[in-house]
């Protein structure tokens, strides 16, 4: 596997977190060769919070995340690559239940403090039995350093691991954070996992509308190719180490948390943009002049979403009418006469037609090297968003289409 | 331009139809060598119906056609190809009433009776005085045998001409329809045009209802790539030429009308899938058991719109774990458990999970050929649709993002 052209130059080099410990092991679930299997321990007193697949056919892990996030404690997180355990049907509940048993008797918790993750082939039944065999030893050989293997252990299609770490500024709080994702997982689909921890001392209430306020902008203002996993799952722990309790968004403490942790995921959830199946250049997208910021958001995921728009990329070519095109579908508020667009800082349109002074060289400079800016000003009212996609290529048909013939 | 290897053995043979002439010339607008300008003249007494692109960045002439629309009268149309003058500003307004107003001029009517298309390039202004020297000789050319050439002058990236014929069941009546269409318009986007005409005396009002009702099940159930187009016109025209005016849709003459219309419609919208960019298959998505009609639709439509769905088929590939992702993400009324889903005749997935006797080799075969059957049930309801698209490779990348490098 060729690792992406846009992938970090070095990746970043994660500290021991107190109160998280992990280690991962070769179960054989599909892979042979590398470790398929990871073990999170959480020292007592963990809170947690999630964010999960909007798809109504969620994989079975995301339903028994889902069911026990309400008490939010969390004491251990299994996470394998390999099989997805999505449209397994009573079997996939079965194997759940099975895997979260299993972790909690070698952990030494309760079922529902068990947190699971499954990416990889779905339809494929998951068999549970493959955990019963390693989970006691992984249990036991759980250290804490052990984050650039976490990161690797959850990778499928992915070219490279995705970590990320952070200091809360003022503050020896620390926040790491592993990722995977790569817009669609041989031989089935994207799936996006995400795990943070922090050390801080945050109920999970509070973690949990800073875990959604943050998704918002980061995993969910990316798009590689429009389509949705069943399995997107993102996990944020926080182990109470650090500090006195914060059980209120009013805390003043809050502010420099949140902006440490939005670095996380922004971080991240570019790492896996960046690792887009076939992508070849980075691309951010800025609306502003939109209605509101939700008109905004869609517009620009229209645009980020087009093929069209993401195979010229791949072309370097300034294709603003194909813009233009993606904005009309949007089917939210806009006034043809009003837009302008701009590649990097070139304006090639301006109130409803092609810049006058508009030079096709220099918009065609804007298109090289692999970084694009595209922005849209709708000139309507206050609303702005921005997203990140990667282009459209043949390597990605190839990828998505060509592994069985 | 290689011809797609999905278009028809043989194209259909329009006979002449009363009340209608054409002519078509090469007025130099983009392409060189070849008629880019196509003028049609209805008798007295035709009226007309259309249906135009939901895009909120609409080309000029769909803006013209749509104001002249409830007059309801029409004596000519004019479509150009190689450019669509959208986003255009006043220029593109201009340049739409200089049009109408030329033609009205050649052919003895008012420029609210003038239709007009345009379809290329955007961005780029429409130099209506390339029409000025043409539109009289076009008008003393007409005939009423070109269906072919005015299938073939408005053609951009198509690979074929596109026409259709259907005679009314026990009657004299003819409808004759062509159109172009062929996903994404190089070098801009995809546009859709079609313009029918008919014969029957048919009021205004009975015409748009008809027209609405079929373009729902045509060229409203096709995709290409989910791109819209700026400039999406149908048409359809009558002539009024034989039998007493049907001025009610309760008339009893409307069902085998209304069945004709139908066919060629469906015939027309098929051969625009079947030209679709880089297609190598033809995919019919039905869907069955959804809560109404309409989320059927929306749930057949993504899976036909799915990057990854698409990809599997150009690769022969069975992919139902691919389907499953699309249902999901539609975000309509799904149960997960209750889904199965067949590739040919071969069930892969039923209850929520592989069908326990589903041959992969089988359903491989299903793969095989250009005609590939995709069929879903919700067993939740009675809504059901069908939807047309073609499969994704890497000649539909090559062709909307090589063409500059």
């Not at 996030?69 to 996470?79: D, E, F, I, N």
């Not at 252990?153 to 200091?167: E, N």
């Not at 798009?223 to 399995?231: F, I, K, L, R």
Request: with cysteine.
């Amino acid at each position: 596997m060729k690792v992406s052209p846009l992938a970090p130059k070095e990746f970043a080099t994660l500290q021991a977190l107190e109160g998280v410990k992990m280690q991962t092991v070769e179960a054989g679930i599909k892979y042979s060769g590398r470790d398929d299997v990871l073990l999170m321990m959480f020292d007592e007193g963990t809170s947690v919070a999630g964010v999960f697949t909007k798809s109504k056919c969620a994989s079975a892990p995301v339903d028994h995340c889902k069911q026990i996030l309400s008490k939010g404690v969390a004491k251990a997180l299994v996470v394998n690559s390999g099989n997805a355990n999505a449209f397994t049907g009573v079997k996939g509940a079965s194997a759940t239940r099975d895997t979260a048993f299993m972790a909690a008797k070698a952990v030494g918790c309760e079922a529902d403090e068990v947190y699971l993750a499954s990416t990889g082939v779905i339809g494929e039944p998951l068999d549970a039995s493959k955990f019963d065999g390693v989970m006691q030893g992984l249990a036991q050989a759980c250290e804490s350093d052990n984050w650039f293997k976490a990161a690797s252990a959850i990778m499928t299609t992915d070219t490279y691991p995705k970590l990320a770490s952070r200091t809360v500024e003022n503050s020896d709080i620390l926040i790491n954070g592993i990722a995977k994702g790569s817009g669609m997982i041989m031989p089935d689909m994207a799936t996006m996992l995400s795990f943070i921890v922090t050390d801080a001392n945050i109920s999970k209430d509070v973690l949990q509308a800073l875990l959604s306020q943050h998704t918002e902008t980061s995993f969910n203002s990316i798009s590689v190719d429009s389509d949705t996993s069943t399995s997107d799952t993102v996990l944020l722990f926080a182990t109470g180490k650090k500090g006195e309790a914060i059980t209120s968004l009013d805390d003043d403490r809050i502010a420099s948390f949140s902006q440490a942790l939005n670095e996380v995921m922004h971080d991240l959830s570019m790492q896996i943009v960046r690792d887009g199946e076939g992508a070849s250049k980075h691309v951010q997208i800025d609306v502003t002049g939109a209605v509101s910021d939700i008109s905004a958001k869609k517009i620009a995921l229209s645009i980020a979403n087009s093929p069209l728009v993401k195979t010229a990329i791949a072309g370097e070519d300034a294709n603003w009418g194909r813009v233009v095109m993606a904005i009309g579908k949007a089917g939210e508020e806009a006034d043809r006469d009003k837009i302008a667009i701009w590649f990097g800082d070139v304006r090639v349109a301006v109130s409803g037609e092609r810049d006058p002074d508009y030079s096709e060289e220099e918009a065609s400079l804007a298109m090289k090297g692999d970084e694009i800016f595209l922005k849209v000003d709708l000139n309507l009212g206050n609303g702005e968003a921005r997203v990140w996609t990667c282009d459209l290529t043949k390597e990605y048909v190839a990828i998505n289409g060509d592994y069985r013939s």
